[in-house]
């Protein structure tokens, strides 16, 4: 395979795993406050969100999902942003995993980080629960990395990138696309 042919497809592949985040969690993100907002999700429910949060991102040198709202961020998107069918089958599969034998609040810290582990290595699998899983820990992400400390210690915040510098047309050769 040529290095052309290569970077035609990866351009394939990269375009579609960035048309697969949903065009919505902009305005998701921009409408978010946390101090404000009213859950849709029960206590329990979103304890255990709050903990898978931190086991997918959890406290290091910079802080953890949980810390940024992110937990929170998944309950406003799917109770605003999610259709009724979406949002009927996505709590569905979470109470699947809240109510299993045993629960998962229930379960020791490891067992917990085990279980998630599982459902990594699985999440491509096509299954249900991995679907769930997949489309949780996307928005965990998303809430925690578009969250004001996701944005300014977990990432490399520079508001302005770089110095202005002119540059002549003559200089450049020919205008960059």
């Not at 052309?4 to 579609?16: E, P, W």
């Not at 406290?59 to 999902?65: F, V, Y």
């Not at 249900?128 to 990432?155: H, M, P």
Request: net charge negative.
């Amino acid at each position: 395979m040529n290095r052309r042919q290569f970077l035609v497809n990866l351009s394939v592949v990269l375009g579609c795993s960035v048309t697969s985040i949903n065009s919505m969690v902009i305005a998701a993100t921009s409408a978010f406050d946390s101090e404000t907002m009213k859950t849709g999700f029960t206590e329990k429910q979103l304890e255990c969100i709050k903990l898978i949060s931190d086991i997918i991102i959890p406290h290091t040198d910079t802080p953890s999902a949980s810390e940024a709202d992110a937990h929170l961020y998944v309950d406003y998107y799917v109770h605003h942003f999610m259709t009724p069918d979406e949002r009927i089958k996505f709590v569905g599969q979470f109470d699947n995993l809240l109510n299993a034998n045993p629960s998962f609040l229930d379960l020791s810290a490891s067992q917990q980080v085990n279980s998630i582990e599982i459902l990594d290595g699985d999440m491509y699998q096509g299954s249900e629960q991995t679907t769930f899983y997949r489309k949780l820990k996307q928005l965990i992400v998303i809430g925690y990395y578009t969250s004001k400390i996701g944005a300014t210690q977990a990432l490399k915040f520079d508001p302005i990138p770089g110095p202005y510098q002119e540059l002549k047309l003559s200089e450049v050769g020919r205008v960059w696309f």
